[in-house]
């Protein structure tokens, strides 16, 4: 059985359940290494069976773990479970975040004399949580080729291009470097629009001695990377300045207190509490940061809800911001791998504010 298959088999007593019925898209390729889009698994001590269509048989047969029987369903993947399963009296614990109503009807109806489901939460988002080695080389490696293309993208300067020819160029530098998709589509917001936390780029032109905001994150290996900039078009003014430097310290202050034990809203506060005592908490209207992984935003959760503590070989993203509307924006986020040392950084970029002419 593979360490995964084995982690979540061990959960199985715990909840109260002989086996987890797993569907959400990145669950499944995390438990099992299938990529496609349509699959279903149970996975337990007792049973383990991944089910899909006709069109991935061959791409299942070379991705999902062996530890897997592998079924080919002829209908639906529902049916495959009843042709598969022996009649029985077992039960399911299944995901409500990620199983539809839809979904669930047509599970209970195909699980008939065979097996009852019960809600048990996020088991495998929670078991996802915690990267392996591998999982980390592969966010290292899409967060050095997010870097890597911002760079060449603001070579070619910022001031009298427009916001969306800066996002589209930053996609090519990053699909040109292999990524095989985007962790979301580039923010590049200047000015007053930066005041906007998720700001679409505008088909405006950014102007000299402005802050220009910048979230990007590339894909690669399905693991996603996730990084903001906030840089100066010149002089910027003495407000800006201000803001700038406050949400550097913040940063800098909670990358500090990064250490497994932390809550996510202790580490919240951490930076919170300096932007509050300067005035600007109701300016910072979003949590501190989010896990990243196989989805751009997963669990731990890093806000002012945030009860469970952070662990080793988490991968989180530190990003305090303040938004003026109508003046300007600033957000400087890091994505860091935790570690029994503290916040190891992934991305390399300079914090301190760079003037992009
Ligand atoms: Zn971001
Ligand atoms: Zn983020």
Known sequence: MSVRAAQLGALCEQAQVDAFVVTDRHDLRWLTGFTGSSGLAICGPSVMTFVTDFRYAEQAED????????????LSLEDGLT??????????GFDGRTVTVT???????????????????SQVAQLREVK???EIEAIAAAASLADEALTATIESGLIGRTERAVAWQLEREMR???????????????????????????????????????DWGAQLDGYCSDCTRTLATGD?????????????KAQSVAREKVKPGITGSELDQSARGLIEDAGYGERFGHGLGHGVGL??????????TGSSSIVEGNVITIEPGIYIPGRCGVRIEDLVVVTEDGALSLTALPRDMSIVG
């Open 132 to 134: 392996d080695p591998q």
């Open 83 to 92: 042709e598969t399963l022996p009649e029985g009296d077992l039960l399911f």
């Open 236 to 248: 910027v003014d003495v407000e800006s300045t201000a803001v700038y430097e406050l949400v550097l």
């Open 176 to 214: 040109n470097r292999g990524a095989e998709a985007l962790s979301f589509e580039p923010i590049v917001a200047s000015g007053a629009h930066a005041a906007l936390p998720h700001a679409m780029p505008r088909d405006t032109e950014i102007l000299p001695n402005q802050l220009v905001v910048i």
């Open 295 to 304: 989805e751009v935003h997963e669990g731990p959760r890093i806000s002012r």
């Open 103 to 121: 979904a669930l009807e047509r599970l209970t109806a195909a699980l008939t004399d065979r097996a009852e489901l019960k809600e048990t939460g």
């Open 63 to 74: 991705q999902v773990d062996g530890c897997f029987d592998r079924v080919i369903c002829s």
